[in-house]
């Protein structure tokens, strides 16, 4: 197969090693593209985004690194740009003058109205277990309500070429340990999103970040959301969401044999600057 691999974080945000070790690794797994879309900065403090200032740096440095392209390697300067409910993002990294090539959005952020604050949905359990029995009474229902309408607005005022880690709310729902993903309400907010993805024509991300790090034994989304996916013919791409070299097309050959084992005849992949769809 000839993959990209559009989602990585190096140095500039929560990721480790420098944009020449990642291109390094993309040549030895065959890559056709390598996408460099490193977290989007945000006026909120926290671990995992890059700073402001590094902004200039980052677009600096990719320029310079685009030029090590070759005929069997794309490269391409990305971000990860996040969506925060009441925040314009956009506005605060001054968007429109950024030499972006693509960039891929996501959610990870839900406003708790009793602590008057932003959390994470992604952290650690113990931050995840604040966020539903503190920052929202102990009502996970509204937890992932609140993250799936953040997950639609984002479709919609955003329109990015793909959408993240779409069910990332489950991270840390292990064994429904939180709220039970076969539940109807679940399930709806999962289909009201998933119709607005079709309506947009938003390329849904495979992403096996949470497999390679260790958080997750599947990959986001979940099986249930691929198989819609196939039924609602919404076409998907896959992201290793690497936070190291090494990790670039992680279990991408296995991955793709499932998802062809559940229906998908089509994988998009980034070439040549455009969103193309091949045969699996």
Same mark, same amino acid.
């Given at each position: 197969?000839?993959?990209?691999?559009?989602?990585?974080?190096?140095?500039?945000?929560?990721?480790?090693?420098?944009?020449? &070790?990642?291109?390094?690794?993309?040549?030895?797994?065959? %890559?056709?593209?390598?996408?460099?879309? &490193?977290?989007?900065?945000?006026?909120?403090?926290?671990?995992?985004?890059?700073?402001?200032?590094?902004?200039?740096?980052?677009?600096?440095?990719?320029?310079?690194?685009?030029?090590?392209?070759?005929?069997?390697?794309?490269?391409?300067?990305?971000?990860?740009?996040?969506?925060?409910?009441?925040? =314009?993002?956009?506005?605060?990294?001054?968007?429109?003058? %950024?030499?972006? &090539?693509?960039?891929?959005?996501?959610?990870?952020?839900?406003?708790?109205?009793?602590?008057?604050?932003? %959390?994470?949905?992604?952290?650690?359990?113990?931050?995840?277990?604040?966020?539903?029995?503190?920052?929202?009474?102990?009502?996970?229902?509204?937890?992932?309500?609140?993250?799936?309408?953040?997950?639609?607005?984002?479709?919609?005022?955003?329109?990015?070429?793909?959408?993240?880690?779409? =069910?990332?709310?489950?991270?840390?729902?292990?064994?429904?340990?939180?709220? &039970?993903?076969?539940?109807?309400?679940?399930?709806?907010?999962?289909?009201?999103?998933?119709?607005?993805?079709?309506?947009?024509?938003?390329?849904?991300?495979?992403?096996?970040?949470?497999?390679?790090?260790?958080?997750?034994?599947?990959?986001?989304?979940?099986?249930?959301?691929?198989?819609?996916?196939?039924?609602?013919?919404?076409?998907?791409?896959?992201?290793?969401?690497?936070?190291?070299?090494?990790?670039?097309?992680?279990?991408?050959?296995?991955?793709?044999?499932?998802?062809?084992?559940?229906?998908?005849?089509?994988?998009?992949?980034?070439?040549?600057?455009?969103?193309?769809?091949?045969? %699996?």
């Amino acid at each position: 197969m000839n993959y990209s691999d559009m989602h990585t974080h190096g140095c500039y945000s929560d990721g480790r090693g420098c944009f020449s &070790d990642f291109i390094i690794s993309a040549e030895k797994k065959g %890559l056709v593209s390598i996408g460099f879309s &490193d977290h989007s900065p945000v006026p909120l403090s926290n671990e995992w985004s890059m700073e402001k200032e590094s902004l200039g740096r980052y677009f600096e440095e990719l320029t310079g690194i685009k030029k090590q392209a070759t005929e069997t390697l794309n490269i391409y300067a990305g971000l990860e740009l996040d969506y925060i409910p009441g925040i =314009d993002v956009k506005e605060y990294i001054r968007f429109k003058e %950024l030499p972006l &090539d693509y960039f891929i959005g996501s959610v990870h952020y839900v406003y708790s109205d009793i602590l008057g604050k932003y %959390l994470e949905v992604d952290g650690s359990y113990e931050d995840f277990k604040f966020l539903v029995e503190v920052g929202f009474n102990g009502n996970a229902k509204a937890v992932y309500k609140s993250y799936y309408n953040n997950v639609r607005d984002m479709i919609s005022s955003y329109i990015p070429a793909v959408a993240a880690h779409i =069910d990332l709310v489950t991270k840390n729902n292990k064994s429904g340990l939180f709220f &039970d993903e076969n539940n109807k309400e679940y399930l709806d907010e999962v289909e009201e999103t998933l119709d607005l993805i079709k309506l947009f024509g938003t390329i849904i991300e495979i992403n096996t970040g949470g497999m390679s790090r260790g958080y997750m034994k599947r990959p986001y989304p979940s099986e249930y959301i691929l198989k819609k996916c196939v039924e609602k013919k919404i076409p998907v791409t896959l992201n290793s969401d690497s936070h190291s070299p090494e990790n670039l097309a992680y279990e991408f050959n296995i991955i793709t044999e499932h998802i062809k084992s559940i229906g998908f005849e089509e994988l998009i992949i980034y070439k040549r600057g455009n969103w193309t769809p091949i045969r %699996l």
